[in-house]
Structure formats: structure tokens, C-alpha cells
């Protein structure tokens, strides 16, 4: 992560403001002007007052001009930095929403896989540390960087005026301080970026705990957890303070240089020039007044470039995920998916999840309206089978296609939009019940919010919440019962109303009473549909037309129920178990 990324990135989302920062980067020269204007206009009038001593009326002639120019300065400085903020005020909270909308449209657009792999929590960090980061750096340099060069070459330049000497002890001063700023600022770089590493591990770390509170709780390990966030704590607290350290240590020399060349060496000139009679009292005022300032400026700026270092540190880990790639984009000849009968065909299909082997040359076909039903042990690979119907993950090779359109080929909108998923563990939005449920098709009416509600037996405890359909169901839906959140995404799915349907486990949490009467629900959705259903309860596939029997990614068995009951093998075996030895003569 360079430098170069990180400002390509930036420029595009910084370039519509150009001409406002530029304003503002200019408009910062007042500062410049203040500092060593000031200081001149004051040694004038100094003179001036010293020279009348013997006849003080007579000084006004010569004294309002240089009065008259103080106040002008002062006026436009200050209409000048108001301008400045009120420019800057006007473009940053644009540019910011810029930005972070820019990095949230990007991370959104993962797949499962990806978010499986990062957590929620330190990518929403991210896009708020490069957000907010942006525009630490921006108005440091935008306001700060102007004044500090503007002031030095304006400074050396009225020395000049006065004397050589002291332009050139100014000159070296602010020499020295830039050679000792850019000598230590790798250091600071470097000892920032190890830091920002190890912040950016706690912070995970603390997410991840913070997640799985419930289990700390059930567990009661909270010391246990903060011993364990201690370890990464510690590390960052390490890093931290050596990064501290380096800017401490730089500003220790910064400190010298200023007391010997500022403090000692241009004090002792400036007061040897005056009794020499080369400089005049107000000279002396103005040389005092501006290498004040200008000592001032440096050292604020010095004083930035730690936090400067320690922004652009935190947007380089940031940037990292702007440079995961979007690993399931859509193919550039990608056309929308034409479902017409809802065929499913894998053909070939190999996948796996990293080096573990799961499908291999796997050859699966399914009628279009055909209703099928997938058992198999725990981890055998069911879920994962549908997770590749929605193109969740890509295939390692082979082909999986849609009414002989290739999945992979057509856009992923179109795929999600004809094919409905009640997944094995709905999890639900932080929002009402409505919101939750029309998330199924976002143009639904409130009419057919309620009928779906009714036929996936949520009326019943809908009606008992007292904000009723606007309830809020709270972070990942967990103020509902997990029958609920299924009853929830079972309406959600409902409403979807796609040609082909897939339920993993999606009645799994209810009771057999409502699991019976969503049954009923469920078949009339399954009617002219292609249905996929995942189910341990067996009873719940008897109606099915086909059953497939998954072990280990393989299709071991199939047919209807009674053709694999009378193979008397792996289904007969769960069969038996779940009827307790008893076989119902018809079903
Ligand atoms: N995201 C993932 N990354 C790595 N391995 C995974 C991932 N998801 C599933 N697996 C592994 O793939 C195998 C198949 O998982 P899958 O979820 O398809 O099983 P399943 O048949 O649906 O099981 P269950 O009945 O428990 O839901 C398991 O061994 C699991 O550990
Ligand atoms: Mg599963």
C-alpha cells in the first residue's frame, strides 16, 4: 500500500473540490502576511514614535499612514480566514460523504465468503478512519503548509532589508528545522504505521469479543475475555508508545536548534547590530516580533507532522479494503436470466472451500417446477450446494446452469431476483418488522405485507407486540425467537414471489403445530415453482417428487421416498430412526 494508491484513490473524490482547496490553500498566505507585516508595521511606528520624542504632535503626519495600513491588514485577515472556513465548511462534509459512501458501495458488494472472512465491525472502522482522516490531513496542509513557507521567504526577505546577517541566521534556523523534520519523518512514518497495525488487530479483537457476548456471558469469561484483549492491548500499547517517542525525540532536537540559533545566536546579533548603531529600536522590535512568529509557525507545523503520519497511516490500513477485489463481479457480456420452466443443471461442477475438497465432478439435475428435497448428515454439503445455485462462491470449474443459461454469465441481479432463499439462520436488520419483511421486494404494499404475514403465521405474534408491524426487531433480529426471525424471512421469501425457491432448514425452530400450518403455506408457494428443500425432519420431504442423499458432496442416493426406503441404505437408516422403527404404511 503506497503512497501512489492511496492518492489515486483520493484524487478522484478530492478533484471536484480542486478549485475551493486551492482557494483555500491561498487564502492561508494571510496568515503569512499577519506574521511578518505586523512585526514591520510595528518597527515603523516604533521609529516613528522614537524619532517625535522631543515634539510628539508633530508625529501624527507620518504616524496614520502606517495606522491606517495596521488596520487594513487586520481587516482582510480576518475577512480572509473567514472565507477560509466558511469554504471549507461548505466542500469537507461533501467530500466526506463522498468518500465514505464511495468505500461503503464498494465493501457491500462482497460476497458471503468475504464477509465470512472480515469482520462487520473493523470494515465500518475503515470507512470511517479513511473518512475521517481525509480531512485531518487536507486541513492541516491546506491551512498550515501556505503560511510556513510564505512566512520563512517573507521572513528572510524583510531581514534582508535589515541586515544580512540576520536574513542569513533566519535562513539557517529554518533550514535546519526542515533538514531535522524530513530526517525524522520516516522514523515517525515508519513507528506510526506499526502502531496503526497494531490498533486496527485490537479493535478486531474487540469486535469479535464484544459479538460474541452472549457466550461471554453464558460462560461468565469477562475476565477471561479481558485477559485476552490484554495481550493485543498491550501490543498496541507498546507501539503506541513508540511512536510517541520518536516525535518527542525529534522535538527535543527541534527545541536545541530553535534555543541556539533563535534564542542565542540572532538575540546576541540583533542587540550587537543595535549597539553598533546598524539597526534602529524598531528593527529590533520588528526582527523579535517576526522571528517569534515564524519559530511559532514552525514548530506548530512541526507539531502536525506526527498527526499528519498518524492520519496517513491510519488511511493506508484503510485502503485495504478498497483494494480487495470485488470477488464476484458481474461478466461484462453478463445478460439478465430468463427463467422460464426453472431447471437447474450442474454439470462437472468441482468446489471447494480452501484446500478442503467438498464437490467434485458433481453432475445434479432438477426439472424445472420438479420439487427436491436434500438430506444428508451435518457438514455433508447441502448448504453449500445452494450457496452455489446463488452464486454465493465461484466454482472451481464445470458449469451450473439456469434453463440452460450458464449462472456465471448472467447478472448476478437478475439470479438473486428469481431465485428465493429461507436461509438455515435468518438473521434480520436492526429495523421494524415492515421494513424487515418488505426487504422481500422493495414495492410491495403495506395489503400484501399483511397477506404474506398471515400465511407464514406471523399475524399471531405480530399482533401481540404493541408497536405491532413497527416494531424494531434489534441488532440482527435478536428480540425475536428464532421460530420467529424463520416465520419473518419464510414471509420475506413469500413476497419475493421468484420461480425458484430454496428452503435450508427454514422451519427448523418451529414447533410441529406451526411448522404444520406454515407446511400448508409453504406447499401452496412451492406450486409452479422449482423448489429445493433442506430438512432433517424428515416428514417434511415426503411429499417431495425426488430426494437427494448428500455424503461428504456426493450424491449417494436418490429418488422418491419410497424408492430410497426400499434401497434400504442411508435414508431407510435416518428413517428408521426418526419414526422410532415404526414405517408408515402409505404417506
Ligand atoms: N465458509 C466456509 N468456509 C470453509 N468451509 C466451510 C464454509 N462453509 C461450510 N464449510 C464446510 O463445508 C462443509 C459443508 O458445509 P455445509 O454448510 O454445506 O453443510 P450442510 O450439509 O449444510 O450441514 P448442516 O446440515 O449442518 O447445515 C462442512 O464441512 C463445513 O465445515
Ligand atoms: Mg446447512
Redesign the pocket.
Known amino acids: 500500500m503506497t503512497y501512489r494508491n492511496l492518492i489515486s484513490f483520493l484524487w478522484p473524490l478530492i478533484r471536484p473540490y480542486r478549485w475551493s482547496f486551492l482557494t483555500v490553500f491561498l487564502l492561508a498566505m494571510f496568515w503569512s502576511l499577519d506574521a511578518t507585516i505586523w512585526p514591520y508595521l510595528l518597527g515603523k511606528v516604533i521609529d516613528i514614535l522614537t524619532r517625535f520624542e522631543a515634539d510628539r504632535a508633530a508625529a501624527w503626519g507620518e504616524l496614520k499612514l502606517w495606522l491606517v495600513a495596521g488596520l487594513i491588514l487586520w481587516l482582510s485577515i480576518e475577512i480572509a480566514f473567514r472565507v477560509q472556513g466558511f469554504m471549507l465548511a461548505r466542500t469537507i462534509p461533501k467530500m466526506e460523504s463522498n468518500i465514505r459512501m464511495t468505500m461503503f458501495n464498494h465493501v457491500e458488494r462482497h460476497s458471503?465468503?468475504y464477509f465470512?472472512e472480515h469482520f462487520a465491525g473493523s470494515l465500518a472502522n475503515k470507512i470511517s478512519d479513511m473518512t475521517s482522516q481525509v480531512t485531518v490531513v487536507l486541513q492541516l496542509l491546506l491551512t498550515m503548509l501556505n503560511p510556513v513557507i510564505l512566512t520563512s521567504v517573507l521572513g528572510v526577505l524583510f531581514f534582508l532589508n535589515i541586515h544580512f546577517v540576520m536574513a542569513l541566521l533566519l535562513a539557517l534556523l529554518i533550514l535546519v528545522h526542515i533538514g531535522v523534520s524530513i530526517y525524522f519523518a520516516s522514523r515517525v512514518d515508519k513507528a506510526e504505521e506499526i502502531h496503526g497495525e497494531a490498533r486496527s488487530t485490537l479493535s478486531g479483537k474487540i469486535v469479535d469479543s464484544l459479538t460474541n457476548n452472549f457466550a461471554v456471558n453464558l460462560f461468565y469469561r469477562f475476565k477471561d475475555e479481558n485477559a485476552f484483549v490484554e495481550v493485543y492491548q498491550e501490543k498496541e500499547r507498546e507501539t503506541n508508545k513508540k511512536a510517541k517517542y520518536a516525535v518527542e525525540i525529534m522535538r527535543v532536537f527541534l527545541g536545541q536548534i530553535t534555543f541556539f540559533i533563535a534564542g542565542i545566536g540572532m538575540n546576541a546579533a540583533m542587540i550587537y547590530l543595535w549597539f553598533q548603531g546598524s539597526i534602529t529600536t524598531g528593527q529590533v522590535a520588528q526582527i523579535f516580533n517576526t522571528t517569534w512568529n515564524i519559530v511559532q509557525f514552525i514548530w506548530m507545523f512541526s507539531f502536525t507532522i506526527p498527526t499528519v503520519f498518524s492520519a496517513i497511516g491510519l488511511m493506508k490500513q484503510a485502503l485495504s479494503v478498497m483494494e480487495d477485489p470485488q470477488d464476484l463481479g458481474d461478466d461484462p457480456q453478463a445478460k439478465p436470466l430468463v427463467v422460464t420452466s426453472g431447471e437447474i443443471v450442474f454439470e462437472d461442477v468441482t468446489f471447494h472451500?480452501?484446500a478442503?475438497k467438498?464437490f467434485e465432478n458433481k453432475d445434479v439435475k432438477i426439472r424445472g417446477g420438479e420439487k427436491v428435497g436434500?438430506v444428508?448428515?451435518?457438514?455433508?454439503?447441502?448448504?453449500?450446494?445452494i450457496?452455489l445455485i446463488l452464486r454465493f462462491?465461484p466454482i472451481e470449474s464445470g458449469s451450473i446452469y439456469i434453463d440452460g443459461q450458464n449462472i456465471s454469465k448472467v447478472t448476478l441481479e437478475s439470479l438473486r431476483r428469481q431465485v428465493a432463499l429461507i436461509p438455515?439462520d435468518p438473521l434480520l436488520f436492526h429495523r421494524t418488522l415492515r421494513e424487515n419483511i418488505r426487504f422481500g421486494r422493495l414495492d410491495a404494499t403495506d395489503e400484501d405485507i399483511y397477506q404474506v404475514a398471515k400465511w407464514a403465521h406471523c399475524e399471531e405474534f405480530i399482533r401481540r407486540i404493541p408497536e405491532g408491524y413497527d416494531a424494531v426487531v434489534g441488532e440482527r433480529g435478536t428480540k425475536l425467537s428464532g421460530g420467529e426471525r424463520q416465520r419473518i424471512a419464510i414471509a420475506r421469501a413469500m413476497l419475493a414471489n421468484a420461480p425458484i425457491l430454496i428452503l435450508?432448514?427454514a422451519t427448523s425452530s418451529l414447533d410441529s403445530i406451526t411448522e404444520q400450518y406454515i407446511q400448508e403455506s409453504l406447499e401452496r408457494l412451492m406450486q409452479n415453482r422449482t423448489t429445493v428443500v433442506?430438512a432433517?425432519r424428515l416428514s417434511t420431504l415426503a411429499k417431495m417428487d425426488r430426494i437427494l442423499v448428500?455424503d461428504q458432496?456426493k450424491v449417494v442416493e436418490e429418488g422418491s421416498h419410497r424408492d430410497l426406503l426400499g434401497l434400504n441404505r442411508q435414508y431407510a437408516r435416518l428413517w428408521e430412526m426418526q419414526a422410532g422403527g415404526f414405517l408408515p404404511d402409505s404417506i
Not at 444428508?376 to 450446494?385: D, L, N, P
Request: charged residues 20%; proline residues 4%.
Open positions: 458471503p465468503k465470512n472451500y480452501g478442503k467438498l436434500l444428508g448428515y451435518s457438514g455433508a454439503g447441502k448448504s453449500t450446494f450457496n462462491f438455515q435450508d432448514e433442506i432433517h448428500f458432496g
